[in-house]
């Protein structure tokens, strides 16, 4: 066996990942041994935008990416963005040109194809004389009364009237036990 197969893979402190160096520092602790410190990384420092031709000098075939990278200022994107897209391979119509029409626009229906449809609307929902449209051009029954869309109320407990012949109960006798009609022995 040579030595290589011996030793356990361990890779350094700075090429592992965050686990693997917190399992280690953790571990390194509680053996009371100190792991050093990692490097600090490099500070960032603000390159200068890089240098790129006048947007207005390219054509179609020029390598537009070095403009989209983050360090170039927004106003050249945009004008090189310009210049690309102002390029007639981008303004050719791609057969879904039917779809472009205005559908606001819609012309009137001739009178007799309207007279037709009324006459449809009039045989398959019959409005018992009623005309289907208000004044407004809006269906009928969207403004109809408000009294004619509400149920009856319901009847009034004073309302009620009482038969002549019948007189009216006495407190006492609406408590009173009702009297059995077979007169049972058994009972008071």
């Given at each position: 066996?040579s030595?290589?197969?011996?030793k356990a893979?361990t890779p350094?402190e700075?090429?592992a990942?965050?686990?693997?160096?917190w399992s280690?520092?953790?571990?390194?602790?509680?053996?009371?041994?100190?792991?050093?410190?990692?490097a600090a990384?490099?500070?960032?420092?603000?390159?200068?935008?890089?240098?790129?031709p006048d947007?207005s000098?390219l054509?179609f075939?020029?390598d537009?990416?070095?403009?989209?990278?983050a360090?170039v200022?927004?106003?050249l994107?945009?004008?090189?963005m310009?210049?690309?897209f102002a390029d007639p391979v981008?303004n050719?119509m791609?057969?879904?040109?039917?779809?472009i029409?205005?559908?606001?626009?819609i012309?009137d229906?001739?009178?007799?194809?309207a007279a037709?449809?009324?006459?449809?609307?009039?045989?398959l929902?019959?409005?018992d004389?009623k005309p289907?449209?208000?004044?407004?051009?809006?269906?009928?029954y969207a403004?109809?009364p408000?009294?004619?869309l509400e149920?009856a109320p319901p009847a009034d407990?004073t309302?009620?009237?009482t038969?002549?012949t019948?007189?009216p109960?006495?407190?006492a006798?609406?408590?009173a036990?009702?009297?059995?009609?077979?007169g049972?022995?058994g009972?008071p």
């Open positions: 066996m030595d290589r197969d011996t893979d350094p700075n090429s990942g965050f686990l693997q160096r280690r520092r953790k571990h390194s602790v509680a053996d009371g041994t100190t792991l050093p410190e990692p990384p490099a500070p960032v420092v603000d390159a200068p935008p890089p240098t790129l947007p000098a054509d075939s020029a537009f990416s070095a403009y989209l990278q360090r200022p927004a106003e994107k945009r004008q090189a310009q210049r690309l981008f050719q791609d057969g879904l040109d039917i779809y029409d205005d559908y606001n626009l012309p229906l001739p009178p007799a194809e037709l449809l009324q006459h449809a609307r009039e045989v929902f019959p409005t004389g289907l449209l208000n004044e407004a051009g809006l269906p009928a403004t109809e408000a009294e004619t149920a407990a309302a009620i009237t038969d002549s019948t007189p109960l006495a407190a006798d609406a408590t036990p009702a009297a059995d009609p077979l049972s022995p009972h």
